[in-house]
T-cell receptor, first 110, second 116 residues
Framework: RKEVEQDPGPFNVPEGATVAFNCTYS??????FFWYRQDCRKEPKLLMS???SGNEDGRFTAQLNRASQYISLLIRDSKLSDSATYLC???????????FGKGTRLHILP | DTAVSQTPKYLVTQMGNDKSIKCEQN?????MYWYKQDSKKFLKIMFS???????INETVPNRFSPKSPDKAHLNLHINSLELGDSAVYFC???????????????FGPGTRLTVT
């Protein structure tokens, strides 16, 4: 099993729709979970951290399921500007190995 | 002001050459990283330094040598470049905090290296 796995997509979603994608991780000792966003030919930028109790930031909701070892990202009322690649990031902590998933490509269609 | 900057932005060179990529952050962060993103867009950590001390050193050929003259700079020197080194190299930084688990990494714009 790969350390961090994501569905590469692309997810083609009409504007205004809700879209969700998951990321699974293999190391049960993982403690830190994040979603980063990367636009084409740009650097990754933090979208949100994923806390144990789940967290929401505007239209974005992140969840962590430790029992099944996955994190999820839900985007409501999707906008054209949400089109990007979403990278799942997992680590055991700040000074430990940081693993990026290969990303899920999202295309929001007008 | 650019928070994390890298130079050069593009680097085209021949196999066997030695090249360096420079990274500077003006955020006052304690930790800096180098990542490699290959043609399949897979982003993989290479090194991290905390206050000039090597913290993470992934399985990277010895031809790659990071150097941190001070905590605001982390340069990457590559000897005897190979075709497989062609990729985008990202520098990043993060701030130490009491929370060991949640830390935002700020990435530089990347250096696109092409080895011919």
């Amino acid at each position: 099993r790969k350390e961090v796995e994501q569905d590469p997509g692309p997810f083609n979603v009409p504007e205004g729709a809700t879209v969700a994608f998951n990321c699974t991780y293999s190391n049960s000792a993982s403690q830190s979970f994040f979603w980063y966003r990367q636009d084409c030919r740009k650097e990754p930028k933090l979208l949100m951290s994923v806390y144990s109790s789940g967290n929401e930031d505007g239209r974005f909701t992140a969840q962590l399921n430790r029992a099944s070892q996955y994190i999820s990202l839900l985007i409501r009322d999707s906008k054209l500007s949400d089109s990007a690649t979403y990278l799942c990031v997992v680590s055991q902590g700040r000074d430990d190995k940081i693993i990026f998933g290969k990303g899920t490509r999202l295309h929001i269609l007008p | 002001d650019t928070a994390v900057s890298q130079t050069p932005k593009y680097l085209v060179t021949q196999m066997g050459n030695d090249k360096s990529i420079k990274c500077e952050q003006n955020l006052g962060h304690d930790t800096m990283y180098w990542y490699k993103q290959d043609s399949k867009k897979f982003l993989k950590i290479m090194f991290s330094y905390n206050n000039k001390e090597l913290i993470i050193n992934e399985t990277v050929p010895n031809r790659f040598s990071p150097k941190s003259p001070d905590k605001a700079h982390l340069n990457l020197h590559i000897n005897s470049l190979e075709l497989g080194d062609s990729a985008v190299y990202f520098c990043a930084s993060s701030q130490d905090s009491l929370d060991l688990y949640y830390y935002e990494q700020y990435f530089g714009p990347g250096t696109r290296l092409t080895v011919t």
